[in-house]
């Protein structure tokens, strides 16, 4: 069996570029005991591949240059040695940007279709709509009555933060880039207020969206958004550090001042909680993450939104498009049919 594949050709300065990345076929070992062969459905682009692609320190190791770039899967059981899988089988895995691999079983999660669509186990049912769920229970805890704000909020892990906030009684204000996406976090995701950080006047917007000010800021972006945010916080606000998606192709420090004694200050006068995580430190709340999501997906309280690109070929150029914001809701490539 022969896998096509996508490799890290070399780490990206700033932007990744298409020659980072090369396209190439190997033969696969036929499966050990304990082991499947696996063919790639769908594939999972998510930011965090950036930091894999860079060998500054991180909090999971990079991706070596010659390795196949990696990601989490949707697969179908071509052969399996063990009894619990059987060829047609869909698993999850984490096969990165390839059409065929070879897995051990016992990293594999068997997948009902007939349960959830299979890309939402990539997505809302997946590790992003885990993120959202652990960081803004775990860190954000949203009281009724209180204002949540969050950026990148069409998005897998946003989206899904603003809708559990509402479903525990707080007011969801919801940033997102460009029209159709602001119209869509208001008409799909049921938003309170929805505004777009690449208006002008965003930081005005924001203060008339917030006149309460802001208790929980679920923080996705960081950059223009975050210095927009600062000054609207309440005392005792709660900061869940999820990712800042608008720096991780930065090569530098930004110019200006420094800014850290104005935000330590801010810390102090109003008593913020600001939390970095990384999802996989809250894995013991996935037992309650998915009966508590899928029965609000099925009760119509949450929606999702995918946005699925055709060919493995594809996924460097998609990849570029998350870092920017092309992508609408979850990017999955479609790999195989
Ligand atoms: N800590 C963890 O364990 C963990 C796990 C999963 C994800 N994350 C983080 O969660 C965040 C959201 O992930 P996701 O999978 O849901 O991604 P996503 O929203 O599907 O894609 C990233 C989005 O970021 C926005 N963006 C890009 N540059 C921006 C900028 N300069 N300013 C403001 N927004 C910008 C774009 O949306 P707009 O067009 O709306 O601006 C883009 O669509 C990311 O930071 C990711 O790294 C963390």
Not at 149 to 165: E, L, M, N, S
Not at 210 to 235: C, H, M, Q, S, W
Not at 271 to 286: A, H, K, N, Y
Request: proline content about 9%; overall charge negative.
């Amino acid at each position: 069996m022969k896998s096509t594949r996508i490799v890290l050709a070399s780490r990206p300065t700033g932007m990744p570029e298409p020659e980072n990345f090369r396209t190439e076929t190997v033969e696969l070992p036929p499966p050990n005991p304990g082991e499947a062969l696996l063919q790639t459905v769908y594939l999972s682009l998510d930011p965090y591949m950036r930091g894999r692609m860079s060998d500054a320190p991180s909090y999971a190791p990079p991706v070596e240059v010659d390795d196949t770039m990696c990601g989490a899967t949707v697969s179908r059981v071509l052969e399996s040695t063990d009894p619990a899988l059987q060829p047609g089988d869909f698993v999850l895995g984490y096969a990165g940007w390839q059409t065929h691999s070879v897995e051990h079983t016992g990293y594999l999660r068997k997948l009902d279709p007939a349960v959830a669509p299979l890309t939402t186990a990539l997505g809302v049912l997946g590790m992003p709509g885990f993120t959202a769920y652990s960081g803004l229970l775990t860190i954000g805890r949203p009281q009724p009555g209180e204002t949540v704000v969050v950026a990148a909020a069409t998005g897998p892990v946003g989206a899904t933060v603003g809708q559990i906030a509402k479903i525990k009684g707080a007011r969801a204000v919801g940033i997102a880039g460009g029209p159709e996406k602001v119209a869509l976090l208001r008409d799909r995701f049921g938003f309170d207020a929805a505004l777009d950080h690449r208006a002008p006047d965003f930081a005005e917007q924001l203060a008339a969206a917030t006149p309460d000010g802001i208790d929980v800021y679920f923080e996705n972006v960081g950059g223009a958004v975050l210095d927009a945010v600062l000054p609207r916080l309440n005392k005792f606000a709660r900061i869940p550090v999820c990712g800042l998606v608008a720096q991780y192709n930065d090569t530098e420090l930004p110019p200006g001042p420094d800014r850290m004694p104005l935000l330590m200050s801010l810390i102090l006068r109003k008593s913020l909680q600001l939390r970095g995580f990384i999802q996989t430190e809250f894995l013991d709340q996935f037992g309650e993450f998915y009966p508590d999501v899928s029965g609000w997906m099925a009760e119509g309280r949450i929606a999702y939104l995918e946005d699925v690109v055709d060919g493995l070929d594809n996924a460097p150029e998609a990849f570029r498009g998350l870092l920017t914001g092309k992508n609408l809701g979850k990017l999955v490539i479609k790999v195989a049919d």
